[in-house]
């Protein structure tokens, strides 16, 4: 579904979080969206599911993303460094044009709890598949766990940072930012 | 609400949690836990707001306890040992003969996506109260909210290997083996 036509899709996602930003996501229509993007509802139909999938309909390519990058990661490094990794691979394709988009679904998402909501299982969805690629490569499980979840912390933290924080930083450079507060935070005294 | 009459509170919280379990969340109704209990359904909405509450309505407790004793903790320690306390404090009150009701409300709420979501919100929520008081203590803010959000993954995988791990194991000592392994995920090599 939607692998044609690129150009209507980006449109009527851009038409969505428009209208999400400026009426609330509750009080916007698929028959809004549809006109502002200047096609009829039906063709929404034929690229969503429905109004939330407009926020969320990436989310499976993006873990698929991460897990793959986790999986081919160099094991001659510690965990972290070859996470550190994966996530600015994932980072620099945020990073190459789609600030703008990422910033206005950020803001849509954090002003709607039960948005918020779906956004956190579908992270944590994320953590149990980058647990399971480092069992898979041979890590204890408990620690594959809790690696997979810090990875996923500093996904979620350095994505609040990087939308609201200086237009200069890119969000390779929060993550990369971010690990090494992480060590510190861990780290004997 | 309800601070009179604890036995009729614990009693209906106890029929909840066997319904849900037995017949599924969005099957069980107040009448049929009231029913359960042997109390009337006027007396089950005296105690809780709906069937949802029963599940969460110690949430606002737990956050108060956490966030006190992170406000309290030694900052003489490294701010990792400092939060291990406190997560201690907690599981020792969980390890004072909760357990059971623990891993009842796990298995009921693992088993359903929408109260998963909820439940995540509120460790969120958490992790927002204990990145306040680190701040407010003088930890620099993107620290904070790190050891904030590492503080509650380990709460919440914690949870998971406790409830349904070796019975003669105390939440507390997995509390502590979870930070030896953050440790040792976040060290250089």
């Given at each position: 579904m939607g692998r044609w036509e690129p150009d209507i899709r980006v449109k009527l996602q851009e038409a969505a979080l428009t209208l999400?930003?400026?009426?609330?996501?509750?009080?916007?229509?698929?028959?809004?969206?549809?006109?502002?993007a200047g096609v009829t509802e039906r063709t929404f139909f034929r690229h969503f599911a429905d109004k939330r999938e407009v926020l969320f309909d990436g989310s499976d390519a993006l873990k698929e993303l991460i897990c793959s990058s986790v999986a081919e990661a160099s094991l001659s490094k510690p965990p972290m460094d070859a996470l550190l990794h994966s996530l600015v691979v994932v980072a620099e394709i945020f990073d190459n044009g789609r600030k703008d988009f990422?910033?206005?679904r950020y803001d849509v998402i954090s002003a709607n709890p039960e948005l918020r909501e779906r956004e956190l299982a579908?992270?944590?969805?994320?953590?149990?598949?980058?647990?399971?690629?480092?069992?898979?490569?041979?890590?204890?499980?408990?620690?594959?766990i809790l690696a997979a979840e810090m990875t996923m912390t500093v996904l979620r933290v350095g994505m609040q940072q990087w939308v609201h924080g200086d237009e200069g930083e890119t969000f390779a450079t929060v993550i990369c930012k971010l690990f090494t507060e992480l060590r510190a935070v861990t780290e004997e005294a």
């Open positions: 999400y930003l400026e009426n609330g996501f509750d009080q916007t229509t698929a028959a809004q969206i549809a006109k502002l990422v910033r206005k579908k992270l944590a969805d994320y953590a149990i598949g980058i647990a399971k690629v480092l069992k898979e490569r041979g890590m204890d499980e408990l620690r594959a």
